[in-house]
């Protein structure tokens, strides 16, 4: 079956650094485009960053210039390098990955991060 396992969250330092990966099983990683959300409390989830099959990448405004999305098509593995943060980058994370030929979508279980100031 599909897995998105996301790790890598935890409690960090407002202007420290923090990695989360999102580890994919079950799907053909090449073909699909990644994303990573955020939900915060009582908002809405949010599209933070997203990397292309062909590995082209977009983000957020609130986060463009800090975070990073890379992806390893070996490892069916997708990151996101987060630097600078900020207490209201405090959120739960998840992956999404997206089938570019139909359109599928999958979802990990999130990964907390917390941003103290």
């Known amino acids: 079956q599909v897995q998105l396992v996301e790790s890598g969250g935890g409690l960090v330092q407002a202007g420290g650094s923090l990695r989360l990966s999102c580890a994919a099983s079950?799907?053909?990683?090449?073909?699909?485009?990644m994303h990573w959300y955020r939900q915060a409390p009582g908002k809405q989830r949010e599209l933070v960053a997203t990397?292309?099959?062909?590995?082209?990448?977009n983000y957020a405004d609130s986060v463009k210039d800090r975070f990073t999305i890379s992806r390893d098509n070996a490892k069916n593995t997708v990151y996101l390098q987060m630097v600078s943060v900020k207490p209201e980058d405090t959120a739960v994370y998840y992956c999404?990955?997206?089938?570019?030929?139909?359109?599928?979508?999958?979802w990990g279980q999130g990964t907390q991060v917390t941003v103290s100031s």
């Open positions: 990397v292309a099959a062909g590995g082209s990448t």
């Open positions: 079950g799907i053909i990683f090449s073909i699909n485009v």
């Open positions: 999404r990955a997206q089938n570019f030929l139909d359109d599928t979508s999958y």
